[in-house]
């Protein structure tokens, strides 16, 4: 079936404002994590969903960051009171389960000016 | 703070030739590990995973696992242009289910 799809491809907002990024993970797959990557560095954890259990928040940077994902399929990232420092490439990726290989999508990248 | 160590290149080779990308990292409990490929302003695909110290061969590819040494590496046979890429190292330990990635080697295979 379709692989990781996540939308908008590109997002430029000004700085104070909120964003929302959806992620719909691959048909089956109960995992889903969001990463991000910064200009010159590598993919950073920022959360993980697993089924029906309580999320992984552990990497996420501040409060301004939070997700959902509905129903164990779509996800979205929403980041309020969007800061410079917060443009990046969002990747979301999914797996069978958290066993498994993560396929990634092919991101959002955020500009906040 | 889990680590995950690449040297961040560029690495150059000429096409033909065997391109060598190393990783270290820092977690004595890490389990599994993974090598994507990522092609500038696209999104990381998994070229190899491996589990288990030695080496595990798939086409022209070969990674190489050795615990003891904390040391993972991605051998590229016959390098060919189109292997021009970032490659990533991402480690997995146990417990956790999120990969920890390293920053990535730029890849140049030239003509």
């Known amino acids: 079936g379709a692989g990781v799809s996540q939308s908008p491809s590109n997002k430029v907002t000004e700085k104070g404002k909120d964003v929302e990024l959806r992620c719909d993970p691959i048909s089956g797959h109960t995992a889903l994590y969001w990463y991000r990557q910064s200009l010159g560095q590598g993919l950073e954890f920022l959360i993980y969903?697993?089924?029906?259990?309580?999320?992984?928040k552990s990497g996420l940077p501040s409060d301004r960051f939070s997700a959902e994902r509905t129903g164990g399929s779509v996800s979205t990232l929403t980041i309020q009171r969007t800061q410079q420092e917060d443009s990046a490439v969002y990747l979301c990726a999914s797996s069978l389960d958290s066993k498994n290989i993560q396929y990634f999508g092919a991101g959002t990248r955020l500009s906040v000016l | 703070q889990k680590e995950v160590e690449q040297n961040s290149g560029p690495l150059s080779v000429p096409e033909g030739a065997i391109a060598s990308l190393n990783c270290t990292y820092s977690?004595?409990?890490?389990?599994?590990f993974f090598w994507y490929r990522q092609y500038s302003g696209k999104s990381p695909e998994l070229i190899m995973s491996?589990?288990?110290?030695g080496d595990k061969e798939d086409g022209r590819f070969t990674a190489q696992l050795n615990k003891a040494s904390q040391y993972v590496s991605l051998l590229i046979r016959d390098s060919q242009p189109s292997d021009s890429a970032t490659y990533l190292c991402a480690v997995k330990d146990g417990t956790a289910s999120k990969l920890t990635f390293g920053t990535g080697t730029r890849l140049q295979v030239t003509l």
């Open positions: 491996i589990y288990s110290n």
């Open positions: 977690d004595r409990g890490s389990q599994s």
């Open positions: 969903f697993q089924g029906n259990s309580a999320p992984d």
